[in-house]
């Protein structure tokens, strides 16, 4: 089987760095993904780690630790739309579909 | 193409009636998946095709859940003999053929689901 835990819920203010922790169980490994979900809306896509290592993308950055089972999203520069919940999410082999986890809900304030 | 569309957005149901969605996934995808979310959980995964061939089915997976591809273009999911506890977000995702390679990966792109409300 496989599972995912991450905090379920942070907060910051504008202009803070926060970090989303995320720890997995999986019978196979091929990815940590992650996702933002705004409230009402869908989940979106926001970076993929297969390997070692942090990945950027503008604000945002993700770091994998396939040795520690562990990964972490990065938000600089918090801005208030960020707010929203964020999904670390496995897939356990090739051509599988993701697991998603509970998700962390981010909080920004003024 | 303008992203993954799901219908109908909304839908309430009586208990022990039969509801059906439609997902039309971006056309060049040809992995469409199906998602269960109810408040302040993370998507649940219930199904998955490549094409026309339903790949993957989650064991906890109700028999009263069922899902087809017919051509490999839209999807529906059908659930029978509705229960208050089927109540929740059923959200459809579709991804291009390179995911999950190991490699550059796009991500799934989701559509705005549908909300069952089971009374």
């Known amino acids: 089987g496989q599972s995912l835990e991450q905090p379920s819920e942070v907060t910051a203010v504008e202009g803070a760095i926060v970090q989303i922790n995320c720890t997995y169980q999986?019978?196979?490994?091929?990815?940590l993904s992650w996702y933002q979900q705004h409230d009402g809306g869908a989940p979106t896509f926001l970076s993929y780690?297969?390997?070692?290592g942090l990945e950027e993308t503008g604000r945002f950055s993700s770091f994998l630790s396939r040795s520690d089972s562990y990964g972490y999203l990065l938000l600089q520069e918090l801005q208030m739309k960020d707010s929203a919940s964020y999904f670390c999410?496995?897939?356990?082999?090739?051509?599988?579909?993701?697991?998603f986890g509970k998700g962390t809900t981010l909080s920004v304030s003024s | 193409d303008t992203g993954v569309s799901q219908d109908p957005r909304h839908k309430i149901t009586k208990r022990g009636q039969n509801v059906t969605f439609r997902c039309d996934p971006i056309s060049e995808h040809n992995r469409l998946y199906w998602y269960r979310q109810t408040l302040g959980q993370g998507p649940e995964f219930l199904t998955y095709?490549?094409?026309?061939?339903?790949?993957?089915k989650s064991r906890l997976l109700s028999d009263r859940f069922s899902a087809e591809r017919p051509k490999g273009s839209f999807s529906t999911l059908e659930i029978q003999r509705t229960e208050q506890g089927d109540s929740a977000m059923y959200l459809c995702?579709?991804?291009?053929?390179?995911?999950?390679?190991?490699?550059?990966?796009?991500?799934?792109?989701f559509g705005s689901g549908t909300r069952l409300t089971v009374v």
């Open positions: 780690n297969a390997l070692d």
């Open positions: 095709f490549q094409n026309e061939a339903q790949l993957e």
């Open positions: 999410a496995v897939s356990g082999q090739a051509g599988t579909a993701l697991i």
């Open positions: 999986t019978s196979g490994f091929y990815g």
């Open positions: 995702a579709s991804s291009p053929p390179n995911m999950g390679t190991g490699g550059v990966d796009y991500g799934y792109t």
